[in-house]
């Protein structure tokens, strides 16, 4: 506790490890287990690690407290992943973001929130990094991976944005424009 107050979060964890090694059966463990996955989630930013460490929690101590809110958790990783990156974006994070938008994608591709992480990229790409093409690419993904959700038409539109009002790529934007118009015609972006 004193490390994370001194914002030590690297000895905060050697200490949580150790603890963990020394006293895997102390009545203090599973606390200390699941603030372990709670300082790779919230203070390192690192979804891989945190999910390990719930995971941990949930497998060592799944009949305490700590295991039952890890357990809870899981089930809600694919909306946390989603909304930890809105904040890291908000926070100018972007790098944290895109790693965790990635995550989501690689990780819970079947779940319905993978399709808003796919676009999300492309935004912030488009908004944030100001990588046009990369942009485009991202946006493209939705149009293959996650055609029929509700962010397609949105991408698509997006890709022909960017044709027509920061590229002054206008033929690549009637094209993108036209695939948008017939494929959702009555879309309130048509």
């Known amino acids: 506790e004193k490390n994370i ?3 030590e979060i690297d000895l905060a964890i050697n200490d949580l490890k150790l603890l963990l090694k020394k ?3 102390d009545s203090l463990s599973s606390k200390a287990q699941f603030k372990l996955a709670s300082l790779y989630l919230s203070w390192k930013n690192d979804p891989v690690l945190g999910y390990k460490e719930l995971n941990n929690t949930s497998m060592n101590y799944g009949q305490s407290i700590h295991g ?3 357990e809870e958790q899981i089930k809600q990783f694919p909306e946390y992943i ?3 990156a809105e904040s890291l974006r908000k926070q100018k994070l972007l790098k944290e973001a895109v790693n965790h938008l990635v995550y989501l994608i690689e990780n819970y591709s079947q779940n319905a929130l993978a399709s808003k992480g796919q676009y999300m990229l492309g935004d912030l790409y488009m908004n944030d990094f100001r990588d046009f093409t990369t942009a485009i690419q991202e946006y493209r993904k939705v149009l293959k991976e996650y055609s029929d959700s509700e962010q397609e038409p949105h991408a698509l539109f997006m890709i022909g944005y960017i044709y027509a009002n920061i590229l002054n790529d206008f033929e690549k ?3 993108e ?3 948008f118009i017939s494929r ?3 879309h309130e972006l048509t």
């Open 82 to 84: 989603i909304n930890k």
């Open 23 to 25: 006293y895997p059966d």
């Open 177 to 179: 424009y036209s695939k």
């Open 5 to 7: 107050q001194n914002n």
């Open 184 to 186: 959702f015609p009555n």
């Open 68 to 70: 039952k809110q890890a």
């Open 173 to 175: 934007a009637r094209v």
